[in-house]
């Protein structure tokens, strides 16, 4: 039996862009969290009614994923590292002062701004984690799933330091991104000579990044965000309405915390399986898998057991896409790629929210569970307008099962490549990669 010796460059092997602009995205994301978690706040205090509140929410919605594009292009022309320790650090000092309770006429402006850092790290990050891996759908599913941990931790440090830092509370908030905004200057690797020429951006926007292949793969994705965004808000209120549950049910949170880590854990698994199979097959069978789940979910009482598997499968294959379409993007505008990105992560999930809006009108004249079942049968469109476009875009080499095996050993995950040396038999063939 021969060995299978796989040799890699120290920049390849470099983990560092992947940790820490995961980390930035996680805190960024548990910052973002503050929102919601503050409304019953201002309710009590500010005597803001629901229509405000909501209205609030959805400022902080379209700044945090409209402007996406256009801050990605900051990304492009000053590089990632600055702008994700910049994002990091705008919404954890912005973000942080919502806990003192500002007066109404500050608090839209400070909401509507502190969104901004959320619209630029996604774009900026996602490029970031990617640099030196040649799996970058499975960087990309990594950045994803601390942003969502992120999300769900962070009512619960909020009501954490309410308690404990009194009046530093805005200082001791803060802190946390202070440092990894820190941390991601001094230990971020930036790009070097080569890489920056290699992936100069253009001196003003492309507007064919709207109108060409990228938009469709924004469209695409505004398609197959739509039924995730259809469970997170729609959901509760179907199960209230069929089921006669109260809104304070434990069942409805647990819906919801269900559905979120299963879509951090289903994003990773693709982009696993993204190193191995053709991006457009292992797209098209992620969204159509994912809507008899998400039908189910309106035809089963949520007490029972089928409920929870329907609802973990629903989960996993929620947000699936999202590495392989942010990835498709890059890859389509190799001097734009943060640009492109944000046509994914901001410009379709604005989208998926206008779309929502529109299913939330036919709420009223069909039904709840009428509206979310054409909401769940989006992402067959979604396939139809990404399966052209991603099939026309040429294949990385994939690495064999051997090769697989034996970066997993040697580096956790597979994320990236092999140690300096790693050998493995291979039926007497000697290879080198």
Request: no cysteine; proline share 6%.
């Given at each position: 039996m021969a060995d299978l010796s796989f040799h890699a460059p120290a920049a390849v092997s470099e983990r560092r862009p992947l940790i820490l602009g995961?980390?930035?995205?996680?805190?960024?994301?548990?910052?973002?969290?503050?929102?919601?978690?503050?409304?019953?706040?201002?309710?009590?205090?500010?005597?803001l009614d629901a229509a405000t509140l909501a209205a609030l929410v959805a400022v902080f919605a379209i700044s945090a994923s409209l402007p996406g594009p256009l801050l990605g292009r900051l990304s492009d022309r000053f590089g990632e590292v600055s702008v994700t320790a910049g994002s990091?650090?705008?919404?954890?000092?912005?973000?942080?002062?919502?806990?003192?309770?500002?007066?109404?006429?500050?608090?839209?402006?400070l909401v509507a701004v502190a969104g901004l850092g959320s619209?630029?790290?996604?774009?900026?990050?996602?490029?970031?984690?990617?640099?030196?891996?040649?799996?970058?759908?499975?960087?990309?599913?990594?950045?994803?799933a601390g942003g969502m941990l992120g999300y769900a931790a962070g009512p619960s440090l909020l009501l954490a330091a309410?308690?404990?830092?009194?009046?530093?509370?805005?200082?001791?908030?803060?802190?946390?991104?202070?440092?990894?905004?820190?941390?991601?200057?001094?230990?971020?690797?930036?790009?070097?000579?080569?890489?920056?020429?290699?992936?100069?951006?253009?001196?003003?926007?492309?507007?064919?990044?709207?109108?060409?292949?990228?938009?469709?793969?924004?469209?695409?994705?505004?398609?197959?965000?739509l039924p995730?965004?259809?469970?997170?808000?729609?959901l509760p209120l179907f199960l209230m309405e069929r089921h006669g549950l109260l809104d304070t049910d434990p069942?409805?949170?647990?819906?919801?915390?269900?559905?979120?880590?299963?879509?951090?854990?289903?994003?990773?698994?693709?982009?696993?399986?993204?190193?191995?199979?053709?991006?457009?097959w292992l797209l098209a069978g992620v969204l159509t898998a994912g809507v008899p789940a998400f039908l189910g979910?309106?035809?089963?009482?949520?007490?029972?057991?089928?409920?929870?598997?329907?609802?973990?499968?629903?989960?996993?294959?929620s947000y699936a896409a999202t590495p392989i379409l942010v990835v498709a993007a890059q890859d389509l505008a190799p001097r734009s790629g943060a640009t492109a990105s944000g046509m994914v992560f901001g410009l379709g999930s604005a989208l998926a929210g206008l779309l929502y809006?529109?299913?939330?009108?036919?709420?009223?004249?069909?039904?709840?569970?009428s509206a979310l079942s054409l909401a769940f049968v989006a992402p067959i469109l979604s396939v139809a307008l990404a399966f052209p476009v991603l099939s026309g875009i040429p294949s990385r080499p994939s690495a064999s099962l051997g090769e697989t095996l034996c970066a997993c050993a040697a580096r956790g995950a597979g994320i990236v490549p092999c140690a300096a040396v790693c050998t493995h038999t291979c039926n007497g063939v000697s290879l080198n990669a």
């Open positions: 995961t980390l930035g995205h996680t805190v960024n994301d548990a910052y973002t969290a503050f929102v919601p978690a503050l409304l019953p706040m201002f309710h009590l205090q500010l005597g990091v650090l705008f919404s954890a000092v912005l973000l942080s002062l919502l806990a003192v309770v500002p007066t109404v006429p500050l608090l839209f402006p619209a630029a790290i996604h774009p900026a990050g996602s490029m970031l984690v990617r640099r030196g891996t040649t799996r970058p759908e499975l960087a990309v599913a990594v950045f994803a309410r308690d404990l830092a009194g009046p530093a509370l805005p200082f001791v908030l803060s802190l946390p991104g202070i440092l990894v905004a820190v941390a991601l200057i001094a230990f971020a690797p930036r790009r070097g000579q080569s890489d920056a020429s290699e992936t100069e951006a253009v001196r003003r926007f492309d507007r064919t990044l709207v109108f060409g292949p990228v938009g469709v793969v924004a469209l695409a994705a505004a398609l197959a965000f995730a965004t259809a469970v997170l808000n729609g069942a409805i949170a647990g819906t919801l915390g269900t559905f979120s880590l299963a879509a951090a854990a289903g994003g990773i698994g693709v982009g696993i399986l993204a190193g191995h199979l053709r991006h457009s979910l309106l035809w089963i009482s949520p007490a029972t057991t089928g409920f929870a598997v329907l609802l973990s499968v629903a989960g996993a294959l809006f529109g299913i939330g009108a036919l709420q009223v004249q069909i039904g709840v569970g």
